[in-house]
């Protein structure tokens, strides 16, 4: 059996500041502040290795623009997730950059985990996706892809392009 699940189509509901465009978005609702939180990937500059694709925006109820939240930040490079905490806290996965950041409720940064690639770095480039995915490697992020957190407020993140292997006991 097929359930319908009822929605509402809003047609050009995010009003966009002239000459800001919007690519590949994933976006988060922060019910408490009734405000929209979108991670797009239609910049195309920035501080990151080759042109960098992501900006934070905030956008009202209604669908107008606040905001953008960490502009040219380090971290930013290619955005996969935005995600908002209990506390109202801004969380963003950028897996072009292996970063995950936290921001407070007015845009501040609180956190930062992973490292991105140095230009000094061995082996610096482009992101590769090599077939299988290559294993994991302590202490290294590869490919962040999102963020959650349970009950006692524990933070799990996902790295999503590591190659998993089952360990058996004894």
Not at 79 to 96: C, L, M, P, Y
Not at 107 to 123: I, N, T, Y
Request: charge should be positive; charged fraction near 25%; include cysteine.
């Amino acid at each position: 059996m097929h359930r319908k699940i009822p929605f509402r189509s809003v047609p050009d509901f995010l009003k966009l500041p002239t000459n800001m465009y919007l690519a590949k978005c994933p976006a988060w609702r922060s019910i408490r502040r009734s405000t929209w939180f979108v991670f797009t990937r239609g910049n195309t500059n920035g501080p990151a290795y080759a042109a960098a694709a992501a900006q934070l925006l905030e956008f009202d109820a209604d669908g107008k623009f606040i905001r953008e939240i960490g502009r040219s930040l380090y971290a930013w490079s290619f955005a996969h997730a935005v995600r908002v905490d209990k506390e109202d806290n801004i969380w963003v996965t950028d897996k072009g950059s292996d970063m995950i950041i936290k921001f407070d409720p007015e845009g501040h940064v609180l956190m930062v985990f992973g490292r991105k690639q140095e230009a000094s770095d061995d082996g610096t480039g482009p992101v590769k996706h090599p077939k299988p995915p290559l294993p994991p490697v302590d202490g290294m992020f590869r490919q962040v892809t999102d963020v959650t957190w349970d009950a006692a407020g524990n933070t799990y993140i996902s790295d999503g392009y590591i190659q998993f292997t089952r360990r058996q006991s004894g």
